[in-house]
């Protein structure tokens, strides 16, 4: 019995080594509402989508503490509570509390936040590099070049994942927005030729299950875009909170880290 209180203890507890009693408290709470959804999910209501994102929310809570190990760095207890702030807002708040819908801005925010903290992560895994290794001595300019393309790529590879969740699970990561201008190429009388319906009112779906049976959908107000224009808006936004950080890393290694120095509150450093 101890041993699987110890054991449940760890679990819940499980952080940085370097994590102080507030964010170690964080962790906790978040991951108690995780499993106690989770338990409910797979006993009582058995939908596979959430059951899937909440799976995944307890992963990446372990992210800092399996950086921290395998690098052998010393994560900032700022960088790590928002890190777990983040995934929580977005998986658990997001998705399964419908945040997404119920706050317009919720989703811009919190794209624009990964732009920043993975640009703050670029930024520690170069900078690290360059104040380290042996015959490397990058540039201020370069660093924040680097920082930009590494926190563009994992905005990328991020909409890959909403993209690729959405058709295998059954989900709407890539949630939709209602248009009322469409241009296609493939609604032109012309090969080739680009034809534009505007002004739309309602569009109307007719589907068939296996029963042979008709059903009709409308949807009042235009056409719906599937996921395009939110996955623009995600990786402008994430472009914005790139550029903001890559600014302030460039400034912090060119010129004063005392003067910059709340940037050291998102750089990792060497455990000695």
């Not at 719906?224 to 990786?235: A, E, F, N, S």
Request: with cysteine; glycine share 8%.
């Amino acid at each position: 019995m101890k041993t699987f209180m110890d054991t449940l203890k760890k679990f819940f507890t499980s952080s940085t080594s370097t994590a102080s009693r507030k964010v170690v408290a964080v962790y906790v709470i978040f991951r108690v509402i995780a499993v106690v959804n989770l338990v409910n999910q797979i006993i009582f209501m058995q939908e596979w989508g959430d059951i899937f994102i909440l799976a995944l929310t307890l992963a990446l809570f372990t992210i800092p503490l399996l950086v921290e190990r395998v690098f052998n760095i010393v994560i900032p207890n700022l960088l790590e509570l928002i890190i777990i702030i983040f995934i929580f807002s977005s998986t658990v708040l997001g998705e399964l509390g419908d945040f997404y819908g119920y706050i317009p801005a919720w989703d811009t925010a919190l794209h624009t936040l990964n732009g920043f903290l993975a640009a703050g992560v670029g930024f520690s895994l170069i900078y690290l590099l360059n104040k380290n290794a042996e015959g490397i001595d990058l540039t201020p300019l370069f660093l924040a070049i680097v920082t930009f393309c590494f926190s563009m790529t994992v905005g990328v590879l991020w909409e890959f994942f909403e993209y690729y969740a959405d058709r295998t699970m059954g989900l709407d990561m890539q949630k939709d927005r209602i248009v009322q201008v469409v241009n296609s190429v493939d609604l032109g009388e012309e090969n080739g030729a680009v034809h534009q319906v505007g002004g739309i009112e309602r569009t109307i779906i007719e589907s068939r299950d296996d029963s042979g049976s008709t059903t009709r959908t409308v949807i009042e107000g235009g056409y719906l875009d599937i996921g395009v224009r939110d996955t623009m808006k995600d990786l402008l936004v994430n472009l914005i909170g790139a550029v903001v950080f890559s600014v302030f890393g460039y400034l912090y290694a060119k010129y004063d880290r005392q003067k910059y120095r709340f940037v050291r509150n998102f750089i990792p450093t060497r455990r000695k």
